[in-house]
């Protein structure tokens, strides 16, 4: 190797001549040629797992309940992710510990058979204390469960028996988790709310110095795709999930829109989050904090002053949706002696 050829490489690591690891990195390349013999224990111990879990990730699964001719079905997708109490299977490549990922998969399945599915939020449950129970070096169990927006169809006649269409207003999920010896912590869902209203929202009295381009708007268009995130109190008492969730929307909607007739004044997104954050808290004693985000969805005012034949000078009528960039608005809310 030349004098030339040396200054191309570099050794990033080494202890001893025979516990070295050595990267090389030639200029002309992007590949690194690594060196490294087998680690020894006190290199092993310089090291440690600080967390880890492992599952089946979005099994599919519709569920049918049959009531003579009238048919309910949920259409879900769960994940579900165990951690042991043991790193063998990591460190030392011992599988004897694993309940295989496809295990996980059939007690999904088997627990929906046996059991019946009826909310998100009770399934999760479910399945956190059957993976506990049944394993016993099983520590922590968390369940993520999207569920798909099915609704029955109205028919002329009224609503059919066995035919279901979706409606994608919103989507609900839920994350459920629990460690051995303590008590489960639930989380609800809502995602993909797009709302949007014409007038009764403004945005003015912001920063102004060099960097501002932004003109005050004291009227405009306010849309927004709602996410909202919220953890239950973690009382004995049974939780009625499916009234808190349309709890959750109903206030979502009540404090965007306002009344039918004149509506509700926004002066920011971050008031009317804040606002909606607090109804939920205050109808929901079940809720202990609430997460929401709310982006900007902007529709700006189309520019026709520059046809001055067939234009106008102003235009309040045609609007240019823009989703990138935008702002993005967060906000978690809790009770004063919320603990996680």
């Keep these: 190797m030349t004098k030339r050829q040396q200054s191309r490489h570099v050794r990033v690591w080494s202890d001893q001549a025979r516990h070295a690891t050595v990267a090389y990195f030639p200029q002309s390349s992007a590949q690194c040629v690594f060196v490294s013999p087998p680690a020894d224990k006190d290199i092993i111990m310089a090291y440690q797992i600080v967390d880890s879990n492992y599952g089946k990730n979005w099994v599919k699964l519709l569920h049918v309940t049959r009531n003579g001719p009238e048919h309910t079905i949920r259409e879900w997708e769960v994940c579900s992710e165990l951690t042991l109490n043991s790193k063998d299977d990591y460190i030392s490549g011992d599988n004897s510990a694993i309940i295989a990922t496809d295990s996980q998969k059939n007690t999904i399945y088997l627990l929906a058979k046996n059991h019946g599915l009826t909310t998100p939020e009770e399934f ?122 349309s709890a959750v929307r109903e206030a979502i909607l009540e404090l965007f829109a306002g009344p039918a007739r004149g509506g509700i004044f926004s002066p920011s997104v971050q008031n009317t989050l804040y606002l909606t954050q607090v109804r939920v808290l205050n109808q929901l004693p079940d809720v202990a904090e609430i997460e929401m985000v709310m982006p900007n969805k902007h529709y700006f005012s189309v520019d026709l002053s520059k046809f001055p034949r067939v234009g106008s000078a102003s235009n309040d009528e045609v609007f240019l949706p823009v989703d990138k960039p935008s702002g993005n608005i967060r906000c978690v809310l809790a009770r004063a002696n919320s603990k996680l």
């Design 124 to 245: 999760g449950l479910l399945l956190c204390r059957h993976f506990l129970a049944q394993y016993s070096h099983v520590n922590r169990v968390n369940i993520l469960i999207k569920q798909h927006p099915w609704s029955r169809i109205q028919a002329a006649d009224g609503p059919h028996e066995h035919a279901f269409v979706t409606v994608r207003e919103a989507e609900r999920g839920c994350q459920v988790r629990q460690l051995r010896g303590q008590q489960a912590t639930v989380w609800a869902e809502l995602n993909g709310l797009q709302v949007l209203k014409t007038t009764q929202s403004s945005f003015v009295n912001f920063v102004n110095d060099e960097y501002r381009s932004l003109p005050d708007a004291k009227d405009r268009v306010f849309s927004t795709v709602v996410s909202a995130r919220w953890r239950y109190v973690g009382s004995q008492r049974p939780v009625d999930y499916d009234a808190c969730w």
